[in-house]
């Protein structure tokens, strides 16, 4: 049953303080996790720890990501409304929800079969139809639909799949936590600047799930 009470929503509001006290500053981000009832996107057993800042595993090797790293990737996004933005590893749904509750058409790939037919299901029972969701290997990409104005990974990758850059529209945005030693990652945000020149920044460490490549799983 889909509850979203009370006490859920003054703890959301408790969640945004602690993000907002962490640095995050675009209010556009901190509305969209105040609206979105991160409870649904748990397991039962860990409802009474859904709105800690904090990561949390949801099946399938994949963990929803901490609120703070959601918020902070999504600020990095800059997204604005009306905007297509592909999102790299779908996992919960729940950072997709955000870049929907800003107002984008998101457009999000997951490899593992059951997590997607999982996520899917939730997110139409949400009513986030503006969600477009696929299964397949994120590395790739969705050449088909592109080109995007923003690109978001949401796993660890070793290195910045080309197809991802080529998809981003001229003035787009990429950010991408990037591998580094001992299961950290880069968080990076990459510009297209033009055809062929790409700007390209470091916004400190960050630890995520690996991005898995080849072809998809069950």
Do not use: W
């Amino acid at each position: 049953m889909l509850e979203d009470n009370y006490r859920h929503k003054g703890l959301r509001k408790k969640l945004v303080d602690t993000i907002r006290a962490k640095g995050i500053k675009d209010e556009a981000v901190l509305n969209a996790i105040n609206n979105i009832p991160r409870h649904l996107f748990l397991d039962s057993s860990f409802l009474n720890f859904a709105y800690q800042d904090q990561a949390f595993p949801i099946g399938s090797g994949q963990t929803i990501s901490q609120p703070y790293t959601v918020a902070f990737q999504t600020e990095l996004l800059e997204v604005a409304k009306g905007e297509k933005v592909l999102e790299v590893g779908t996992g919960s749904g729940y950072q997709a929800c955000v870049l929907a509750e800003m107002g984008a058409k998101v457009f999000t790939i997951e490899r593992q079969k059951k997590l997607f037919d999982k996520t899917k299901k939730l997110l139409e029972n949400l009513k986030y139809f503006s969600i477009k969701t696929f299964y397949g290997d994120g590395y790739k990409g969705l050449p088909t639909f592109g080109p995007f104005d923003k690109v978001i990974v949401t796993a660890g990758a070793p290195v910045v799949p080309n197809d991802l850059l080529m998809q981003l529209k001229i003035g787009g945005r990429l950010v991408i936590p990037v591998d580094l030693e001992n299961d950290y990652q880069e968080m990076i945000l990459i510009k297209r600047v033009s055809e062929t020149e790409y700007e390209r920044q470091s916004h400190g460490k960050f630890r995520f799930v690996p991005l898995l490549s080849d072809k998809a799983r069950d």
